[in-house]
Structure formats: C-alpha cells, structure tokens
C-alpha cells in the first residue's frame, strides 16, 4: 500500500512561482505525478514521471511553465509562470503502471490534495 502526503500549496500572484512536494511511504510506485481539480470541473492530469527510465508527460496547458521531478521517494512539480487558471486542488497520485498517464481512473493512489490559488 502506498501513502502520499502532499505539500507546498498556497496562493500567488500571476506570474508567480510555487513547488509542490509528495512524499510516497509504504510501496513505491512506478508511476507518480500531479492531477488538478477546479471548482466545477472534472480532474485532469497536470504532469507524472516514471522511475523507471524517468520519462514525464505534461498536459498541453502546463507544457515549458511546470517541470515534475523525482528524488527517491518524492515527487516535486516546479509551477513557473502561473496563470489564474492555474487555480485548483492539486492532487498526487501513484501507480505500478497506469495505461494512460492523464486517465484519473488509472491510479490507486491519491493524497488529500493542496491548494493553489493564483490572484490576476
């Protein structure tokens, strides 16, 4: 079983910086990323990064301003650039193998989730 804790919320002006952090306990995953939930909307896969051979996948909307990194057991997103559309729960989420990489149904596991508000 895999438990994440995440970090690093809070709220910035537009153009502003944040990182995320998520710290995975028990067994360790594959397949770690971020997914992000505005009010009204359904979730979204924001970016991931396997392991394995380190490859990462970004969302079009995130692409050159979010960088998802690893360093053991946590997985960090680098939010540069933000945008107020930005503005939602960001939420880690692990897997052995997830099919589909921005597919909510592929993942097991889920943390509580951490703010982030971006002000125009």
């Known amino acids: 079983r895999v438990q994440l804790v995440e970090s690093g919320g809070g709220s910035v002006q537009a153009g502003g910086s944040l990182r995320l952090s998520c710290a995975a306990s028990?067994?360790?995953?594959?397949?770690m990323g971020w997914f992000r939930q505005a009010p009204g909307k359904e979730r979204e896969g924001v970016a991931v990064?396997?392991?394995?051979?380190?490859s990462e996948y970004y969302a079009d909307s995130v692409k050159g301003r979010f960088t998802i990194s690893q360093d053991k057991s946590t997985v960090y997103l680098q939010m540069n650039s933000l945008k107020p559309e930005d503005t939602a729960m960001y939420y880690c989420a692990a897997d052995k193998s997830p099919g589909t990489w921005y597919e909510v149904r592929e993942y097991n596991y889920w943390g509580q989730g951490t703010q982030v508000t971006v002000s125009s």
């Open positions: 028990g067994y360790m995953p594959n397949c």
């Open positions: 990064i396997y392991s394995g051979g380190g």
